[in-house]
């Protein structure tokens, strides 16, 4: 048995923990232990709608687990003998075969019921940290110019990441880690309110987009001329077009 995957993780801080930009929450992960007796552990990386061949014939194996795992917890599994054991038992119960029309995987009956136990054990694992995208802990609630407006984005960046670093020290759990670039996060925040026109952003916001490419120098110079017009005390404005 080949454990050195899940070693291998243990200063990742959330290696488990994934979300599509297109999907509401985080992608599930899982256990995958294949035809060699390699065991991984990973988040799903597809839309949920296919798998891989040998996973739907059973010549690798995987089991759900919670995506809301440390490397450290994720890594301290290689050296439980709860863990080791019932993988084991999997494994030497399994053989491939040949249906007549694909190799698949038959299990005897203590490799089936310790591939149950395993189901169980890893759905008790308690997780060790919270995982927010970061599109998620910017904006629930808040807006771009709630975190940044009046500054330059390196300055905003900076307070940003602060607040993260306390937040992931101060939690109950090993802490909140926040997957994503805050950076860009941002930036691409502060494109879409300028492509919507409905907002306006700033100097520093124009700034910041025409270094990072997101917009031309000429967009910004145009942008900037455009009256204004909306209620400032509440924040709302809209860009006259001209």
Known sequence: MDFSALIAM??????????????????????????????TARFDDTDGRTEPEAVTLERTLRWDITPFLSG????????????????????????????????????????????DTLEDFLNSLEPDLIAMDVNDWLFDGLSLFDHWSGRPLDTAVQELVEIALEERESDDCDGV??????????????????????HKVDQFHLEALVTAGRITQQQAAEYAGRPVKGNIQSGRYDVEEV
Do not use: C
């Open 10 to 39: 243990k200063d990742k801080p959330s290696p488990l923990y994934w979300k599509r930009s297109d999907m509401p929450i985080e992608q599930p992960a899982f256990v995958q232990l294949d035809e060699s007796g390699r065991v």
């Open 72 to 115: 450290k917890a994720v890594a301290s599994l290689a050296e439980d003998s709860t863990f080791r054991s019932l993988l084991q038992r999997v494994h030497e119960g399994r053989k491939i075969e040949w249906d007549g029309k694909n190799h698949v995987g038959v299990f005897t009956g203590d490799a089936e019921a310790a591939s």
């Open 177 to 198: 880690i926040i997957e994503g670039d805050i950076e860009q996060a941002l930036l691409r925040e502060a494109e879409k309110i300028f492509l919507e026109g409905f």
